[in-house]
């Protein structure tokens, strides 16, 4: 039935094309013998075959997408001549294919082969190609709106720069000068319907003449049937999105999948092109209104603005519209090659990105306590010898302070340190003896770390240097400050130590002398 429609759709457009012709030249043949027959005193007109050149070659401007089209050039008759696709039958035809393919039943999915075999797949590429025209054919007679309403309101366009805003704004509008009696928020945002409204207060234009405003509000009613059409294809191919590309159907929803084909012009198109560019397909540009564009998103396109992004907090949301990219441009191929037509990659793959999802919206982890480890109880090396030993019996507890540590049961211990106002206790140290009262204790010679004998005697040894303090001045009763002679100091030690030898032999004899027994008698 489809493939009936496309041959009648093809046989119409030649026979509506071959009887707009028989119709023009049967019309200007009667224009041409009518008045030679009714008033033979007319001169004849010689200049309708000059004029019928000119106006196939303004028919070829406008086919070919000429946009300098001005209010001067361009009456009311004329406005049909900048749209090939609202006055032609090309979108007709489609629109008919797509009522005809939705009231038949839709077969299952075909398992294997390529893409291209299903049946529905050519009427959905067809569609898809048509919306891209569709979307070049508004932005070219919002041209022709913007190029109308200039002497009106000619700061409008600077203000808005989607164009179907920009043709709802100007049917809103009209020819009214006062802007505050319209209401433009069920279509435009509040900060850009003030921008507006406080703009056209100070702008210079002029109301239009109501032929050039009854043209503006045709191609005002041109874009509104173009923007029906296009949703309603979007529509079907959207309901169409489960059988064609299942495992994008189900990654990122139907609507989704069906704007992102259109966008690129089929699912072939669309599998061959990478993530980074899948990403920002429907990105609208930047408007500048003098306000804060903070709010403004960019590259921001069909992923970005579906719903599975948008519940997301907003510093996350960049993140996972690249990774849904990535994960489309490798389903998209998926979908071509007719891999799942169950959609069972699709499901394993959205699982796959939820769960990256909500990976990056964990919070970090927090700073926990953690416990030392336990030490490696392995050998040591200890220090050993008399030294060693010394030491450590000069710093272990007393016997005083042993018994101090030690109680009686049933015997309270004696307390000191009343007057402080803290008391400490005395253990057994206070049961016996004086009451209050310890004995010191001994000191040990043996826990004294000292210095050897052989170092005391080098350390006692006195050098034949003379001491820094000495002075060869001295003080005495007789005269007073007297100056010592080293020399006579020297001399008289030499001869202290020679009588001193003498004396001792002396002192010697004496004492053998004196205290010998004599020998007894015989």
Known sequence: MLADLDDLG????????SAAISQSSNARKMSIDQPSQNND????????????????????????????????????????????????ARMRIVLQKIDVAKAVPRREAIEGGAVEDDPEYPLIVQANNLTADIDTEIIRITKFIRDKYAPKFPELETLIVNPLDYVKTVKA????????????????????????????????????LEDQLAVVLQACEMVTELEAGKRKILEYVESRMGFVAPNLSVLVGSA?????????????????????????????????????????????GFLSQAEFILRLPTEYRAKAAKVFADKCALIARVDAARACPDGSQGRTVREEVDRKVEKLQEPPPGQSVKALPVPAEGPKKRRGGRRARKQKERLQMTEVRKQQNRLVFGVAEEEIGHQFGSTKGLGLAGQGGVPGKIRAVVADKKNKVGINQKKYARFSQSSGATSGLSSSLAFTPVQGLELENPEARAAASASRSSNAITSNEITADWFSTKFMRPAPKK
């Open 10 to 17: 093809e046989d119409e457009d030649v026979e509506l094309s």
């Open 41 to 88: 005193n007319m001169p004849p007109d010689h200049d309708d075959a000059s004029d019928h050149d000119d106006d196939m070659d303004d028919a070829e401007d406008f086919e070919e997408g000429n946009d300098n089209i001005t209010s001067q050039d361009v009456n009311l008759p004329d406005i049909k001549n900048i749209s090939d696709i609202a006055t032609n």
């Open 173 to 208: 509008i009209g020819n009214e000068m006062d802007l505050t009696q319209i209401d433009l928020r069920s279509f435009l945002p509040t900060a850009t319907v003030m921008v507006i409204t406080v703009t056209a207060t100070t702008s210079n234009g002029k109301p239009l």
């Open 256 to 300: 989704t999948a069906a704007k992102l084909m259109g966008a690129a012009g089929g699912l072939t198109a669309l599998s061959k092109i990478p993530g980074c560019n899948i990403r920002v397909l429907g990105a609208t540009k930047r408007v500048n209104t003098g306000l804060s564009i903070l709010g403004q998103q960019r590259h921001a």
